[in-house]
């Protein structure tokens, strides 16, 4: 494949929370083929489906879609991205997850954006602005810290920053898309689980606790990762809300 940078779409037919999930329907196209098409949409280079099953492999097809089989021991939905884009010898690799299906392909042109223009960058990611305090205080809302360089600080589960005297404060919501350089994927993978990603199950913490830099855009997606059949029905009222 050919071009500065390959998007990725790790897909695992096997969710645990959601089995199939990314095979379920949405607005009448499944979760994956909505991913995959925002990524087309973005025009910053190919974009490949990387699963673990043959019917997810066949479906992506089945639109029109590319798509390859990778190990089912892959550990995490980034050693999937590995696995798919060895052969790529762009500089980047984005990483879409299979479950976002109303991600703007304006979002993935500003991680792309950000890699091009941020030489200190291992990865680049998008936040959006968080104010709602329902979403600040449900641990599956993760929160990012920014500084004002657009430098990661950190990531929780937890509302961080905490405002102690209660004055006006700025928070962020992740959105778990990742943008890495080739090099930095393959030290990422490299690396072992750190303690504060097992702590929060955040992923993203080990290249943090290892010393890798992430970069941060601020972005106005709406925030929707299907993770559960609830998270399905929430997706299919802000599409009906978007149609209207």
Known sequence: MKGEALVVI?????STRFPAKVLALLG????????????????VGP???AT??????EAVRGFGGEAVLTPKSCATGTDRVYAASKSF???????????????????LRKVHELLRRQPRADIATPVIPLSDAGRVNNPNVVKGVVGHDGRALYFSRAPVPFPRDGGP??????????????????KFVGLPPSQLERVEMLEQLRALEHGMSIYATVVSDRAVAIDTPEDLRRAEEMLREIAS
């Open 10 to 14: 790790p897909a695992r037919y096997g």
């Open 52 to 57: 673990e099953d043959r019917r997810v492999l």
């Open 89 to 107: 010898k762009g500089k980047f690799v984005i990483n879409l997850q299979g479950d976002q299906p109303l991600v703007r392909p304006q979002t």
């Open 28 to 43: 009448g196209k499944t979760i994956v083929e909505w991913c995959y098409r925002a990524a087309v949409e973005a025009r």
């Open 47 to 49: 974009v490949l489906v």
């Open 169 to 186: 404060i700025r928070r962020y919501e992740h959105l778990g898309i990742y943008g890495f350089t080739r090099p930095a994927l393959k």
